[in-house]
């Protein structure tokens, strides 16, 4: 039986790029505005805060974004971050501070999922081998290496498993060396699969798109993740809920009201 109670999609900022490097080989031109999610879920057994988005000061401090989102070598531009927009602010709106969460489970390690890592020191993180060892490697652009320096609770998997009854980590590599989603089964309603990076838009997931971004091309993991995530959708009766897609978020219920 599960041990999920309920679930806040939080909204931590927003960012305009150019679609294709959402949807591989398509879109070159045409500027989208992605939401920036994590995903707070309480357990009979504690919390569990997916991805936490940017780091706000190297967006909010002028030399820290020259610094970090200079075009010259970095492409995608810096998002849009309010100071309200910080997990700890949603966490304050709850009566919760960053002590009262158990786990951080990172599906990957860029910028715009693993940059608040910052706001919620002392936590245990979760994080694949396989990810991390990619992030530390210097190879990927979409890394900010101080915004993992911080950390020292890493707790380093290897391949799948459940968090808590009801919530499972599911391999879904290709956006990234050790990307994951996550398996999130609420008490009432159908079970969700959080795609992460793994599928960006629902443009990614019906017509089987890979993501802009692969680890090292590996555009057919990519696609194998997201085929899987879809097989295990229909097997579940499971909702597939995309990362970055504006349409699909405003369909989601508003911080502070949640999924339960």
Known sequence: MTQVLRMWPLLTGLHKYDKSLSTRNRGHGQIIEAPILAYLIETRNGRILYDVGCDYTKIADPALRDRYYDPASFPFGPPEMREEDRIPHHL??????????????????????????????????????????????????AVFADDLAGVDSWKVQHGEYDLVPGVRAIASPGHTAGHMSLFVELPKGPPLILCGDAADLAENLEQEIAPGLCWQDREGEALASIRKLKTLARQERAELWPNHDLAFWRTLRRFPDFHE
Do not use: K, M, P, Y
Not at 93 to 114: K, N
Not at 116 to 138: F, M, N, T
């Open 92 to 141: 304050e709106r709850l009566g919760l501070t960053a002590a009262d969460v158990d786990v951080v489970f990172v599906g990957h390690l860029h910028f715009d999922h693993a940059g608040g890592l910052c706001d919620v020191c002392g936590a245990e993180v979760h994080v694949q081998q396989a990810e991390l060892d990619a992030a530390r490697s210097g190879l990927d652009i």
